[in-house]
């Protein structure tokens, strides 16, 4: 590729830059980015990239457009950029949630221009330019979005250029996505927010410290809930009709182990304590985490 | 001291054993283990200790017994002992939980006797005599309980015994301590437990393979969710009239959550992430975690 413009240069733009220059996968790489702060930030870090505000000029010339940014920001960015695109240009994001921001994505871009949405599953609680590495994607999943009148060249593009930068590619539609990211990420966000919010309004009713003892457990969910929440609401906001159910299912089963603790029910309790400690087993299996006890923190 | 006996030689029951012997606090350490493959993995390991059963022989000489099992064993070896005990002996133990465990020694045992229970906040998603380390207790709070008739003296000496093994000390009445626990340390594991019940459920229901795209979150709570099933379901019946309360206003939460996200409550949404983010500085500073983003991870 010759050009790539990259819109919201924050953690996973960054990271995207920085992959995308270390594989050599273009020649020049533009970024639009509205955060002052993070706009010194990359200068002060000297990345290799031209900032820039001049869509006129640039846009008719890219191959590839990258959405970093909030699901909130894409429809301004969508009409600022609308009548400098051409079908082209390969357009694609990283949002965490598909169907709402594919239905806003159908009705507010210019008809003629295809966008091809990506999901890779890398990032963590901390946001900017300067938390950025060009190995984030390496061996993590990248997830693309087909639909009927999906780009298949355009697809296949961007396949091998997640692949090019380390990632393992699945392809779902935006439904199964959705399905799916409810539950293995939106939900255990939502529930690492809320058990840290229950944890500090429990010390403020019972004036207790509580978060000086918190190694028991309590900080294991404080690193998820660090995350950014501009991000979070954004998803939680797109998502809602997932998050609902999955929210609605983590209560019936968490009344049940309600009712195990309190009728002492031994045989029920034990089952379900073993059937979830299998899942940790799978899951180091399948690489999607470290198998040192405790992530080797200790 | 001359001699120890610590019951039950899994992961903190061997860990003491490494640590004591490391600092020298004892000159004979003796070890109860009812696990056959936890002796044979005692010996296989050569560490420095005597394992008993021989109780009449040795409790007279003893100057400190530690329970390091789960508290649902606690009632069969206090009336295995009673006989032999003299009220000279510290004896302690590591339970998560408190008030039930102290209404069950105070029943139980031996009248005359002394027990001032201790809990240190070390440990992890691993058991068993071969994962313990001599520097479990390094920079860990060990919690002491103190009631009207506690031994000052036995608490005095077992505050000086965890300090020298690294720890650090708070004093705490029953009822508070299981409190303070239910929220930083019980209902995180439930909570986590509960939420990979709930991700497999909804794998099974919908077909769909979702542990491989854990990274975006689940996996955090499978290591939790993957410690001792008899360990933890001992502390949640033991405190189960805590857990319950504590359980409810999680639910509480989650619901208002729920309804942010339902109506898109901007302000009441980013309130609560702002909130919570601010949890994860606190118990960083605090050093209750390490300050690397995902826990170092990647």
Known sequence: MKNILIIGCGLIGSSLLRAVVDKKIAKKIFIYEKSRSSILKIKKLKLPCEITTDFKKIIPNLDLIIFCTPLGEYEKIILKINRYLSPKTIITDVGSSKEKSIELIRKKLKKGIFWTSSHPIAGSEISGPEHGAKDLFLNKWCILIKEKNTNMKHLGILSKLWKKI????????????????????????????????????????????????????????????????????????????????????????????????????????????VDTKKVRKKIIKLKQDIDKPDFGRS
């Open 166 to 273: 380390g990632s393992r590619v699945a392809i779902m539609d935006p439904k199964k996505h959705d399905t799916v990211f409810s539950m293995t990420s939106h939900l255990p966000h939502l529930v690492a927010y809320n058990l840290v919010k229950t944890a500090t309004d429990f010390e403020k009713q019972q004036r207790y410290e509580l978060i000086k003892f918190s190694a028991g457990g309590l900080r294991d969910f404080s690193r998820i809930a660090a995350s950014n929440e501009i991000m979070w609401r954004d998803i939680f906001f797109n998502n809602q009709k997932n998050i609902s159910k999955a929210i609605d299912l983590f209560i019936k089963n968490l009344r049940s182990f309600k009712k195990d603790i309190q009728s002492k029910n031994n045989r029920s309790i034990i089952k379900k304590l």
